[in-house]
C-alpha cells in the first residue's frame, strides 16, 4: 500500500524495556495506535499450575499490556489523541474448553483494565478498545490442541462452523485503530464466528 513497516524486539515482561522502546519508536514517527497483543497460554487443571507457571503467564498477559498500555498513553498525551488496542479474548467472558483458568483470569483482566483505561483517558482525546477473538488457527492453539481437536472444536462449537483466521483479528483491530471508530471507546470488540452468542 506504499506503505514501509520494520520490527523492533521488545519484552514486556521489562517494563524498562517497553517504556524505552515505546519511547523510541514514538519519537521517530508519533504513534497513532498501539496494540497490545502479547500473550502466552497453557492448559493445566486449577490444582495443578505451579506458582511459577502463573507468574509468568500473568507477567506477559496482564502486566505487560499494563505497562504497555501506560507507555502508549504516555506518548500520546501531549498530542491528545491516539488509538490504543488490547487482545483480551472470549475467554474473558467465560471459561475456555479445557483446564484454562490462569489465562482465563488473565484475559478477564485485560478486559476490565481496557475498560478502566477507556474511562479514564477519554478526556484528554485517547481512545481504548479490545478485541476479543475466539479460537483462531495460530501457533498458540496449535500448541494446545492438535489440529484434529480445532477442527472438531470449530465445527462443533462455533455457529459459523470453522475457527477464525488471524487476518479477521487484524481486520477489527485496523477498524477499532481507524477514524471510522473515532466515536468508540471502551470497547471489546467480540470476533469468534458466534461463539458468544
Known sequence: ??????????????????????TAVDAETPLGTVVANAGIAFARPLADVEPAEYDALMAVNVRGVFFVVQAAIRAMTPRGCGSIVTVCSTSGFTASTGSMTAYDASKGAVR????????EVASIGLRVNAVAPGTVETGLTLGLASQDE??????????????????????????????EASYVTGHVLVVDGGWLA
Do not use: K, N, W
Not at 1 to 22: F, H
Not at 112 to 119: E, N
Not at 151 to 179: C, H, K, M, N
Open 1 to 22: 500500500m506504499g506503505g514501509s513497516a520494520r520490527s523492533v524486539e521488545l519484552d514486556v515482561t521489562d517494563v524498562a524495556q517497553v517504556r524505552e522502546v515505546v
Open 112 to 119: 476490565l483494565l481496557t475498560q478502566a483505561a477507556a474511562r
Open 150 to 179: 480445532l477442527a472438531a472444536l470449530g465445527a462443533t462449537r462455533v455457529p459459523l462452523g470453522r475457527l477464525g483466521r488471524p487476518e479477521e483479528i487484524a481486520a477489527a483491530v485496523r477498524f477499532l485503530s481507524s477514524s
